[in-house]
């Protein structure tokens, strides 16, 4: 005013806008700022100053997995701790994101099948009268059967191949044997066992097995007749054995004996003599 200058200074400071770079990572289904989906989030925010303030998010969402185990097993066996049945949830973290992993197990257990082991195929070869015993050293390999369902195997300690072997005196399991019997349900892939004792019979020793050696039985099936025929014995009398133990009939010793009345299947017939006792099989047709 008046003509004269007035002189203004003006100090101006220049602010630089702040930028902020974030990179973080969630689970799905979580949110981080109001964000659920993983990308690149520009946000700008009036600073204290008045300036702008940027900031850059990076976002990666990191999956969360769920599956579903299903699974069988047998009973009496364990599944990751579970023995019963039924359905069953673990939460598990994933390796690197720390996200849980939701495992859902179907377990299904499947029932033992049902074994049994009965005498069909050796009862034929025990010693009458007294059932379930077995002439050591004597008896030829026997095809062993009755073990029930069918398809199974048998083990023991002179079993190969589903045969009992010849036992020998000398057997160390004396006075007993016992046969196995395993089975596996063909669709369940369950297995079960089943055993069965018989005693074993030293037959009277050294007397005995010479006597039933010195036996020799024609026609072996037979129909009608049976023939007799013994050699360094002196035979007294016969007995006549079925399968099962039961004495059929007995008789003075005569080297030719009827069977007509006999119904078919297998039978001993045991020759006492002065020399011990002999027993020997036969078939009835």
Not at 20 to 28: G, R, V, Y
Not at 45 to 55: P, V
Not at 205 to 218: C, F, K, P, R, W
């Amino acid at each position: 005013m008046g003509g004269c200058d007035s002189v203004r200074t003006l100090h101006l400071s220049v602010t630089n806008n702040v930028t902020t770079n974030i990179s973080t990572q969630i689970c799905q289904g979580q949110n981080y700022n109001g964000h659920t989906t993983g990308g690149t989030y520009v946000d700008t925010f009036a600073s204290a100053g008045g300036c702008d303030s940027i900031r850059i998010l990076n976002l990666t969402i990191n999956p969360v997995y769920a599956d579903t185990i299903i699974h069988a097993i047998c009973q009496g066996d364990t599944f990751n701790g579970h023995t019963i049945a039924g359905f069953f949830t673990d939460t598990l973290q994933t390796v690197g994101s720390g996200c849980d992993s939701i495992v859902t197990l179907n377990l299904t257990v499947n029932a033992l099948p049902v074994v049994s082991l009965s005498w069909d195929s050796l009862k034929a070869y025990f010693v009458p009268p007294f059932n379930f015993s077995y002439c050591l050293g004597f008896e030829p390999p026997i095809r062993l059967t009755g073990g029930m369902p069918s398809g199974g195997n048998y083990y023991g300690q002179y079993v190969a191949n589903d045969t009992l072997l010849h036992i020998p005196f000398n057997y160390t399991g004396y006075p007993n044997d016992t046969i196995f019997y395993s089975y596996t349900d063909t669709i369940t892939g369950c297995k079960a066992m089943a055993t069965n004792i018989f005693a074993l019979n030293i037959c009277e020793g050294i007397a005995e097995v010479s006597a039933d050696n010195s036996i020799t039985l024609y026609p072996n099936p037979a129909t009608d007749q049976l023939f007799i025929k013994t050699e360094n014995i002196n035979p007294q009398t016969i007995t006549i054995y079925d399968v099962d133990g039961r004495m059929i009939f007995t008789q003075p010793f005569k080297p030719e004996i009827s069977i007509s009345q006999l119904s078919s299947g297998v039978y001993f017939i045991q020759v006492q003599s002065n020399e011990g006792v002999g027993r020997k099989r036969f078939v009835k047709m």
